[in-house]
T-cell receptor, first 114, second 114 residues
Framework: NAGVTQTPKFRVLKTGQSMTLLCAQD?????MYWYRQDPGMGLRLIHY???????AKGEVPDGYNVSRLKKQNFLLGLESAAPSQTSVYFC????FGQGQETQYFGPGTRLLVL | DQQVKQNSPSLSVQEGRISILNCDYT??????FLWYKKYPAEGPTFLIS?????DKNEDGRFTVFLNKSAKHLSLHIVPSQPGDSAVYFC?????????????FGTGTQLKVEL
């Protein structure tokens, strides 16, 4: 039982390049989330999904797209990377969406955009 | 506008003593509060939570106190151990019709010294 895994662990991009971050969970969770963490700031929600085939915007969605084609996977895409997207990205999942449901986080992807 | 605030970026405590981490919030609609712990190069892990209808929740060495009138919560760790050295994030949740949307504070780096 691996929990939540993220691929890749680290990536360097040039401005304008595109990439996809992959999140996978093996806990059969319905809800999945993408956050970014920047120095001096808490984790901020980018996009989330309440189930296979559904996605919704979070607090900071601009410049990102997501897809949830399979229940266990949640992909985060950057179509044209910008230096402002340099950050650590965390994926999380939870069984359901209620407040008391624990979110389980992956180890993070460190992205540097030059 | 930071709805969840952790005003102490760092805290240093001696092993065996009590660690008290504080968190303030502004949104009175938050109905669930959580503490997550994060080690370097890892994702946050859930530590303890409290519903807004309670004022205290205890789990082993960890106790969370909630003061709704002051919009303040605190995490007490007794006794503190070196393995508790990590960044602690306070988070708050409000049910917004879809998804457990957590609002995180900026974190407090706890260092437990021998």
């Amino acid at each position: 039982n691996a929990g939540v895994t993220q691929t890749p662990k680290f990536r360097v991009l040039k401005t304008g390049q595109s990439m996809t971050l992959l999140c996978a969970q093996d806990m059969n969770h319905e809800y999945m989330y993408w956050y970014r963490q920047d120095p001096g700031m808490g984790l901020r929600l980018i996009h989330y999904s309440v189930g296979e085939g559904t996605t919704a915007k979070g607090e900071v969605p601009d410049g990102y797209n997501v897809s949830r084609l399979k229940k266990q996977n949640f992909l985060l895409g950057l179509e044209s990377a910008a230096p402002s997207q340099t950050s650590v990205y965390f994926c999380a999942s939870s069984r359901f969406g209620q407040g008391q449901e624990t979110q389980y986080f992956g180890p993070g992807t460190r992205l540097l955009v030059l | 506008d930071q709805q969840v605030k952790q005003n102490s970026p760092s805290l240093s405590v001696q092993e065996g003593r009590i660690s008290i981490l504080n968190c303030d919030y502004t949104n009175s609609m938050f109905d669930y509060f959580l503490w997550y712990k994060k080690y370097p190069a890892e994702g946050p892990t859930f530590l303890i939570s409290i519903s807004s209808i309670k004022d205290k929740n205890e789990d082993g060495r960890f106790t969370v106190f909630l003061n709704k009138s002051a919009k303040h919560l605190s995490l007490h760790i007794v006794p503190s151990q070196p393995g508790d050295s990590a960044v602690y994030f306070c988070a708050a949740s409000v049910w917004a019709g879809g998804g457990n949307k957590l609002t995180f504070g900026t974190g407090t780096q706890l260092k437990v010294e021998l």
